[in-house]
Every structure is written in C-alpha cells, then in structure tokens.
T-cell receptor, first 111, second 113 residues
C-alpha cells in the first residue's frame, strides 16, 4: 500500500490564487519529495526536503515538513494555468532505498 | 545531455504474453528504479537496480523481473501478462547516494487486452 496520502484529491482555483496541498505519511523518513506530472507522462522533481529541515523554498514553491505530525505541505503562490497538473509527495524511508508515492492531488488552474 | 529515455512509448499486448521494457539512465547515473502507475493512482515502486543487482523490491509478484547492464541501462520484464498489468511504467535514474534526486523518463504505456 502507498504510504503518502495527499489532501485534497482535487483542487480547482483561479489563476493568481495560491494552491496548498497536504501530504501525510506513516513511518520515519530520510526525506520527502514533491513531484509534478502532466497528462500521465513522466514526473518532474520539484523539491526535496530532508527530515532535519522544516521549510524550503524554490521560486513560487514553499514546502514545509512536520516530522512530529508526519505531514508536509506544498504551497504554490500566484498560480498559473500552466501549473495545472497532478502533484505527488514521495517519501524515502529510513533504512530503505525505495521511494513511496501517494495517490496525488489533481490541481486545475482556470485562466 | 539526454535525460532518462524509455522505449517503447506505447505497447499493446494480450493476456498471457510477455513484455520487455527498456530504460537508459541519465548520463552519470548508476541506479535505476522502476515504477508502475495505474490510471489515477500514484506510482508504485517495483524494484531498484544498482551494480547489476536488484537492491530492493516492492510488493510485486515474481512475474516482474529486471536486469541492469554494465552500461547502467535496464530492462523490465513482465511474464504471463494480466489485464491488471495495464499501466504506465516509469523508469527513474539517480546516483546511489541516499536522498539523491531521481530523474524520471516519459514512461511506457502498456495496454493488456
């Protein structure tokens, strides 16, 4: 079974608004990563946050990690129509090599 | 630098057949992981190869097997195909370091009829 659980499953917003997606996981992790996927094709790596980090920024992206609550959030500011995609969180567990993905959040940004 | 490449792009097979999917990693990468992504779901880890050995395996039956070649490219083989094997198969390459960023290929869309 997948470890990460994203919330919400789908999100529809207007261009220019902010989009927030949440992810929860179950076991101890080395790091948590966020990916974007357009139209069922390959995944694009957005940002990686390590277990000893609490917040990370990359352009219009802001990721937070709360290891006590086993949760993370991805904030996309000033969204654009081109941000329409599926967003996945993925965790690398301690002591393992595999990456576990959640089911994803489908983001629709209306122009 | 050509990123991760996969072939073929699309494939249609019938139940019971066997299929081989191929992946060439990003230049400089030594580790290849394979994922299965069913429609509307997140990718599920199949296995990872490093130094031509399977390093870790997800919850997939033995019908799923793989191989890594000395040039780090990899193959995914699926025997006795089932309808439920229809999915997008993604290959990702990385360095062997823990927490290294994975680069994904565009995937192979397998349809089993």
């Amino acid at each position: 079974s997948q470890q990460g659980e994203e919330d919400p499953q789908a999100l529809s917003i207007q261009e220019g608004e902010n989009a927030t997606m949440n992810c929860s996981y179950k076991t101890s992790i080395n790091n948590l990563q966020w990916y974007r996927q357009n139209s069922g094709r390959g995944l694009v790596h957005l940002i990686l946050i390590r277990s000893n980090e609490r917040e990370k920024h990359s352009g219009r992206l802001r990721v937070t990690l709360d290891t006590s609550k086993k949760s993370s959030s991805l904030l996309i500011t000033a969204s654009r129509a081109a941000d329409t995609a599926s967003y996945f969180c993925a965790t690398e567990n301690t002591g393992g090599f595999k990456t576990i993905f959640g089911a994803g959040t489908r983001l629709f940004v209306k122009a | 630098d050509a990123g991760v490449t996969q072939s073929p792009t699309h494939l249609i097979k019938t139940r019971g057949q066997q299929v081989t999917l191929r992946c060439s990693p990003k230049s400089g990468h030594d580790t290849v992981s394979w994922y299965q992504q069913a429609l509307g779901q997140g990718p599920q880890f199949i296995f990872q190869y490093y130094e031509e050995e399977e390093r870790q395996r997800g919850n997939f039956p033995d019908r799923f097997s793989g191989h890594q070649f000395p040039n780090y490219s990899s193959e995914l083989n699926v025997n006795a195909l089932l309808l439920g094997d229809s999915a997008l198969y993604l290959c990702a390459s990385s360095l062997v370091l823990a927490g290294a960023e994975q680069f994904f290929g565009p995937g192979t869309r397998l349809t089993v009829l």
